[in-house]
């Protein structure tokens, strides 16, 4: 709560505002409370720490946080935290492994597209890892399917599910926890281009499934679900995904709760816990098989909108089709990453969430 009040935002600045600093923070425990206070003061330092690294990343401009900034920074925190090794695929190795949904999206930018993986290995060798994977989009036009001007600025905003993974990761090696992690991040731009997509264009999946294009400004999902199929690779206990996916998730709850879905209570349980413990609240969606439906395609195995009704639900179920094989749960954050107004800035969230889920887990 101290970190988050005295953040400032003065990289682009030429002017310097006077430094809003904490000088100390005083915490008072007994003696016999006293480990556990202090294990609890250099947790909530290192989800400090993680939040403030996701503001900071979500707040600079798109021409400096492009793809290729936000590898680096991703390269950056593995090379000073223990026990964590990072991976960046480039577009030659996206394309050899059939990710055609993931660059139809960056084939309209003139910045290339990467899949950041970091690996953070904090148990057993042979234990599963929870995979935890954000949407990068570092600047989101919508492509042919234009967004409209006011507000666009915004949209440097899209990449507030990738900054999320790497802040979450940066704090899980912070607190040592002794579980494996994965976080994938694959970051693009979506940009207006002679060769962007065109709604009706049809694309295969690393899947293999085919999606028709009906709205290029739904291009969330289209670099999500190859992430989500290369997270199979590392066979997770469970796969976290967290975007801001929809405006319709805005529309149904507004900027207090993140939206969840997913195809297992467990999981989804577990998240509303530690959502509840963090104070980063969540709200679940039904993800029912009756929205498929609004999903047909004439043309292709499915399509990538479902029209009007229930958007944040059909984008889910979109994703849902990529997710079959494991544990899944999907969070649109659309609503709560990032403030607008005269605060405007990002907020960091679901950090405080996704890192309560961690430590629950290490300590269970």
């Given amino acids: 709560m101290f970190n988050d009040a005295i953040y400032q935002y003065q990289e682009t600045k030429s002017s310097k505002e ?10 008072l425990a007994a003696d016999d409370i006293k480990p556990q206070a202090e294990l609890g003061l250099q947790q ?5 720490q993680g ?40 577009e030659s190795d996206m394309e050899a492994l059939g990710m055609g949904s ?6 309209g930018s003139r910045q290339p597209a990467k899949l950041i993986v970091l690996n953070y290995q904090g148990g057993e060798k042979d234990n599963q890892p929870i995979v935890i994977v954000g949407k990068g989009l570092t600047f989101d036009a919508g492509g ?10 915004e949209m440097k905003y899209d990449m507030c599910g990738g900054a999320s993974v790497l802040g979450t990761l940066q704090a899980a090696a912070e607190m040592e926890l002794n579980i494996n ?7 693009s731009e979506n940009m207006p281009d002679g060769d962007a997509n065109k709604p009706g264009d049809v694309v295969t999946s690393m899947s293999g499934l085919t999606i028709e294009i009906l709205n290029t400004d739904a291009e969330g999902r289209l670099i999500l679900c190859d992430a989500l199929t290369y997270a199979k690779k590392f066979n997770p206990e469970v796969v976290i995904d967290l975007a801001t996916l929809t405006g319709a998730c805005l529309v149904a709850l507004g900027r207090v709760p993140s ?14 816990n530690a959502s509840e413990t963090a104070c980063d ?3 679940r969606l039904p993800l029912w098989e009756e929205y498929q439906d609004q999903l047909k395609s004439s043309f292709a195995d499915l399509a990538n909108i479902g029209g009007r009704d229930a958007g944040t639900i059909t984008a889910a179920c979109f994703l849902s089709r990529f997710t079959e094989d494991y544990r899944w749960a999907h969070l649109d954050i659309a609503g709560t990453a990032w403030r607008t107004g005269i605060n405007k800035g990002a907020t960091g969230r679901p950090v405080p969430l996704l890192s309560q889920y961690l430590i629950n887990r290490a300590n269970a």
């Fill in 51 to 90: 939040i403030q690294l996701t503001k900071f990343l979500s707040d600079l401009p798109g021409n400096i946080c492009t793809p290729s900034y936000l590898a680096e920074q991703a390269k950056n925190i593995a090379a000073s935290a223990n026990k964590m090794s990072i991976e960046v695929l480039e």
């Fill in 44 to 48: 909530g330092i290192a989800i400090a």
């Fill in 259 to 272: 939206g969840l879905l997913g195809n297992d209570d467990e999981l989804c349980n577990d998240l509303i």
């Fill in 102 to 107: 993931f660059l139809s999206v960056s084939r």
């Fill in 18 to 27: 006077s430094k809003i600093e904490l000088k100390s923070v005083r915490v």
């Fill in 144 to 153: 042919i399917s234009l967004k409209p001007g006011a507000g666009m600025d």
């Fill in 281 to 283: 609240s969540l709200w």
């Fill in 181 to 187: 992690i994965i976080g994938i991040v694959p970051s």
